[in-house]
């Protein structure tokens, strides 16, 4: 079908098809004889989809991300809950702001223009801090889920073949479109395009030697999303810390807590210091192992 069908029957214009073309998100495929466009029924599918999703407000550059599978639905909508969620704080503090100015019965001559900036540029940053963080949080969540994934196989793996068979039956089990591009004990392959390289690890289960197969991408600068710099770092030293931390505080817990006195007194004596010393090696250690080989069982997303 030619752009004015595909324009009746997705509701959106040329125009914007023409644009989302540009864009990344539609490829129609080009009549052989004259080059024309031609759309299919996927197509118009797709469009209908960016459709629905700008429809939510959602940017085109997440809508790019869904549709070549980078980013899940549910994370996408999760994401933009939260967008919405801030847009319409601001709505609400705009609307408050314009009742209380006509309590007022401000006018422009008399208004104290510095004094309602200052006023709004607070409510501004307070409301949108947080949020920021939160977002910056899934995406580098989201992103390592991408970098590095580990599973268990089904077999020992002490050859090249019973590694290939791994990677083949793992990609079955999780539906990936896995191609594997070098074998050996530390194997290549790509998954949608995107390259990967593993390696064996040994863990240990109730005591017993278990393998466990530890993928990473090869080149995942190449797919991490914008972010300051400095700002990536310390988001990255959070999402790795908050579990370490977390891990740390349920020993804590599990021994006993502070005794009745507060955290303050308790780390001040002998036994406390003592104790908090063992926590952070014990707790660390532990989490260490475990996080390093057994992270990301889900696999990419």
């Given amino acids: 079908m030619n752009i004015k069908e595909a324009e009746n029957l997705s509701g959106i214009s040329g125009q914007n098809i023409r644009y989302y073309e540009k864009q990344g998100l539609i490829s129609p495929k080009r009549n052989r004889i004259n080059s024309y466009r031609e759309y299919g029924e996927e197509d118009i599918r797709i469009l209908k989809t ?19 599978g980078d980013l899940s639905m549910g994370d996408a909508l999760d994401m933009q ?11 609400q503090s705009a609307i408050s702001f314009c009742e209380q100015m006509g309590k007022e019965k401000a006018t422009l001559e008399g208004l104290d223009i510095d004094r309602c900036l200052k006023k709004m540029e607070k409510d501004t940053a307070r409301d949108g801090y947080f949020t920021r963080w939160v977002e910056d949080y899934k995406k580098i969540a989201r992103e390592e889920a991408q970098r590095v994934f580990t599973f268990i196989p089904d077999d020992a793996v002490t050859n090249p073949r019973e590694f290939t ?29 995107v390259e990967y390289r593993a390696e064996r690890n040994y863990g240990r289960a109730y005591r017993v030697p278990v393998a466990v197969i530890h993928c990473e991408m090869i080149h995942p600068e190449l797919y991490e999303t914008e ?28 021994m006993g807590g502070t005794g009745g006195l507060s955290l303050s007194e308790f780390f001040t004596t ?32």
């Fill in 50 to 68: 960016i459709r629905m999703l700008r429809m939510l407000d959602m940017p085109i550059d997440q809508i790019r991300l869904i549709l070549k």
């Fill in 165 to 193: 068979n791994a990677l083949l039956a793992y990609a079955k089990e999780k539906d990936l479109n896995l191609v594997i591009t070098k074998e050996g004990m530390y194997p290549e392959f790509e998954i949608d395009g």
């Fill in 270 to 301: 002998k036994e406390g210091m003592i104790l908090l010393i063992l926590i952070v090696i014990l707790g660390i250690s532990e989490f260490v192992h475990f996080y390093l080989l057994y992270r990301n069982m889900d696999g990419p997303r």
């Fill in 81 to 91: 809950k939260v967008r919405l969620e801030v847009q319409a704080k601001k709505l």
């Fill in 227 to 254: 972010m300051e710099p400095k700002r990536r770092r310390w988001v990255k030293i959070l999402y790795h810390s908050l579990p370490a931390l977390g891990f740390i505080f349920l020993i804590f817990l599990m």
